[in-house]
Nanobody, 128 residues
Framework: VQLQAYGGGLVQDGGSLRLSCAVS????????IGWFRQAPGKEREEVAC????????NYANSVKGRFTISKDLDKNTAYLQLNSLKPEDTAVYYC??????????????????????WGQGTQVTVSS
């Protein structure tokens, strides 16, 4: 089981990015996918998740209305569209997978311990 996140970069305040999470070794549709981020000196926090079959999607309040999670089963890839980016969105972003996951509503830092498979991070930097 492998996940590879990519697509980060440097953007200006108000800009957009699309992060991708390419998965291999498992069928994406039977896993929930979560996107997390970790800024320097802060704990890792969940920002979005999508359930098995894509029937549920939840977002952290800090990104609701700006970020969109999706997955393409044909490409075995999950995505996180980041719009209206702010300097406080600067962090390393990670994708993670949970077999048969439910994607629960995100409170606090979310469900870091639920996810058993993690990709390496991709850096997102938003300049003011």
């Amino acid at each position: 089981v492998q996940l590879q996140a990519y697509g980060g970069g440097l953007v200006q305040d108000g800009g957009s990015l699309r992060l991708s999470c390419a998965v291999s070794g498992f069928i994406l549709d039977i896993y929930a996918i979560g996107w997390f981020r970790q800024a320097p000196g802060k704990e890792r926090e969940e920002v979005a998740c999508i359930s098995v079959g894509g029937v549920r999607r939840n977002y952290a309040n800090s990104v609701k209305g700006r970020f969109t999670i999706s997955k393409d089963l044909d490409k075995n890839t999950a995505y996180l569209q980041l719009n209206s980016l702010k300097p406080e969105d600067t962090a390393v972003y990670y994708c993670a997978a949970e077999r048969a996951g439910n994607c629960l509503p995100i409170t606090g830092n979310g469900s870091v311990n639920k996810y058993g498979h993690w990709g390496q991070g991709t850096q997102v930097t938003v300049s003011s």
